[in-house]
């Protein structure tokens, strides 16, 4: 298994290694109109994106084709599967094939910062102000997204942090446990998801938790939100250091490795997708996923279908050394970034950022939040009626738009529901609970020139130690033997960078 990580590993590397050195041409310009004029660019063009697929289906063509009709465009939206994203959009601008609106994950942002100075994107900011609806977007998550002072993209919002425990409440039931509430709570949970026969099958093949190789979004951040590690960086001694050079990193090392050696988690999570995450609890092989909360209403309505048995909870709150705690992102999951490679004149970028503006219309924010009035969604009273008949309707048609929305949250013109979903509501309470809790980065906004040239074999160098130690490959003094060659080749000159551009914006 471990050979099939790290080769996984150098494979992700070496593609990583040829998009950021990939540089497109510079884009010709020419003059825009007023906001009128400027809006009318979008009549008809053919607006081609790459957008992020996070349902197992596509929108149907009847939502397509209304939004085209709202919008007077032709859309080319080549839809990606979530899991394999990343490495699709890195061979698109590394094969100079990309599409004219690309989206790039918050996570990614860092790797294309090269890119962008390199003038592969337009740069946005300057027309924001002739649209309708751009103009009002957040001036503080815009400036979140901001590079050397210059906007770039177009953002999609989300709160905070969605970060939680997805559990299955017929398996707390039928072993009499609570609702866990602290690590080691959790702990004992899981162990007794695998050896207690939660299913009642009279077998011993479960798993406690199911994760996948994903050191972010998958369980392990989460669970070191618990333990009490700073959010990627933190201040000690009047320094920016890493999270992985803190106690409480390795605490959470040393819990995942518990797991890990208990078999109280998938013993493949090292090289397991998200897919096949998400599978193993919806088929009942495991009864807690870590996660984006909001994923539970899916998850339970897929489980269910399986088994009309299977019954979903979730927990945000999980007390460690220092109470709750939960890391946080910024207020933008990602943006949409417009290619000067693709997009060859200003005429053509407004014609895109006019398609994006008139998205954010009441009738077309509602169809890509809550599909087809009467036919997936109803309104009464001003707010909108969700259906339980409706339900599957819009995962198999809508949701995926869902995508595509810019500014969703603050965005005046989407229409409130009267009554979500059971799941989905507790899903978004529970996330606006975490705001009482969550921990920021503190080089959000903040520069370093080696940060953007060597994040990336940088990241690798951490990110491998952390799974050989997980795993029993490496002990205590390897990870650390690691940690120091981070820091020569180029880490501890990252630090000091951040720690001057912390202090000088004093």
Partial sequence: MGKQRFGALTGLFARLTIWLIAVASLAS???????????????????????????????????????????????????????????????????????????????????????????????????????????????????????????????????????GLIIRQDWLDKLGLPKPSTIEELYETLRQFTVMDPDGNGKQDTVGLTDRNDLIYGAFKTLSSYFGTPNNWGMEDGKIVPEFETEPYMDTMNFMKRLYDEKLINTDFAVSSKEIQRYQIIRGAAGAYIGSMPDVQRIQDEAKELNPDARFTLVNRIAGPDGFRVWSIPNYNGLYLFSKKSIRTEEELLAHLAFFDRTMDRDAANLLRYGIENIHYTVKDGQVQLSEDTSQLRVTEVNALYALMIGNLSNPNVLKVAEQEPMLELAERLSADNEKFIVADPTIGLESATYDEKSVELYKIISDATYKYILGQIDAAGFRQEVERWKRSGGQQMMDEYTEAYFAQK
């Fill in 29 to 163: 310009c020419a003059t825009a109109g007023s906001e009128q004029e400027t809006r009318s660019a979008a009549q008809g063009p053919t607006i081609s994106i790459m957008a992020p697929l996070h349902f197992p289906h596509a929108p149907s063509a009847e939502a397509i084709s209304q939004l085209e009709n709202m919008t007077q465009t032709k859309l080319d939206i080549h839809w990606v599967p979530d899991g394999i994203y990343m490495d699709k959009m890195y061979t698109a601008l590394s094969t100079n094939s990309l599409k004219k609106v690309t989206f790039v994950k918050h996570t990614d942002y860092m790797f294309v910062k090269n890119a962008i100075r390199s003038e592969t994107f337009w740069e946005i900011g300057p027309y924001l102000d002739r649209f309708p609806n751009l103009k009002h977007l957040d001036a503080d998550i815009l400036k979140q997204t901001a590079l050397d002072g210059r906007i770039y993209g177009l953002y999609t919002e989300r709160p905070s942090s969605r970060q």
